[in-house]
């Protein structure tokens, strides 16, 4: 069974500060996808990543693949009260038949003002 | 594009009823689709995975008799909560993949909707 471990589970930082969520897994996955919710809300998705090394940057969030496609960090730089909410990594099963994510357990994030 | 809803988002019964929440794939064509369950402060648990034309897929320790999944067409899936308890209160949430323009597993999910079960 493929296991997403996903730190920290729980982040609260002032406005302006930088942070970084890491998902790492013993396991190889096809791709990657980062996801955000918030409360009451499904989540949304933020990114995917597919290549082993690969980074791509939305904004002030930067999101890294593992050169061997089992771990992944998201970096936030000068976080704003706007980017709080629950961030999910979730892996996409290598050879799944039907799609399946693993989830990990996400990192719930507040920034305070 | 991708836009999934769900109806309705909350709902609260009483205890022994059931409950029927629809996922509709709004702008595209979707095979399969996944309902998941979430508790407070919690990850998504895929509950099982909706085949098109086909019996879902359910995840070790659904019950089937439970959890009925019908994927009647390409753009919607319901699940009944069948002889709801207290403890089936939670949040269900599910997604579609678009495959049509997706490679890479991404899903797309629905706002979610809130069961209380009194």
């Known amino acids: 069974t493929q296991l997403l471990e996903q730190s920290p589970q729980f982040l609260s930082i002032q406005e302006g500060e930088n942070l970084t969520v890491y998902c790492n897994s013993s396991?190889?996955?096809?791709?990657l996808q980062w996801y955000r919710q918030e409360p009451g809300e499904g989540p949304v998705l933020l990114v995917t990543?597919?290549?082993?090394?690969e980074v791509k940057k939305l904004k002030r969030l930067t999101f890294q693949f593992g050169d061997a496609r089992k771990d992944s960090s998201l970096h936030i730089t000068a976080a704003q009260p706007g980017d709080t909410g629950l961030y999910l990594c979730?892996?996409?099963?290598?050879?799944?038949?039907?799609?399946?994510?693993?989830f990990g357990k996400g990192t719930k994030l507040s920034v305070k003002p | 594009g991708a836009v999934v809803s769900q109806h309705p988002s909350r709902v609260i019964c009483k205890s022994g009823t059931s409950v029927k929440i629809e996922c509709r794939s709004l702008?595209?064509?979707?095979?399969?689709m996944f309902w998941y369950r979430q508790f407070p402060k919690q990850s998504l648990m895929l509950m099982a995975t909706?085949?098109?034309?086909?019996?879902?897929?359910?995840e070790q320790g659904v019950e089937k008799d439970k959890f009925l999944i019908n994927h009647a067409s390409l753009t919607l899936s319901t699940l009944t909560v069948t002889s709801a308890h207290p403890e089936d209160s939670s949040f269900y949430i599910c997604?579609?993949?678009?495959?049509?323009?997706?490679?890479?597993?991404?899903?797309?999910f629905g706002p979610g909707t809130r069961l209380t079960v009194l």
């Open positions: 990543v597919v290549t082993g090394g």
């Open positions: 909706s085949n098109e034309g086909s019996k879902a897929t359910y």
């Open positions: 702008d595209f064509q979707a095979t399969t």
């Open positions: 997604s579609a993949r678009d495959e049509a323009t997706s490679s890479y597993n991404e899903q797309f």
């Open positions: 396991s190889v996955f096809s791709s």
């Open positions: 979730a892996g996409g099963e290598y050879g799944g038949s039907q799609g399946n994510l693993i």
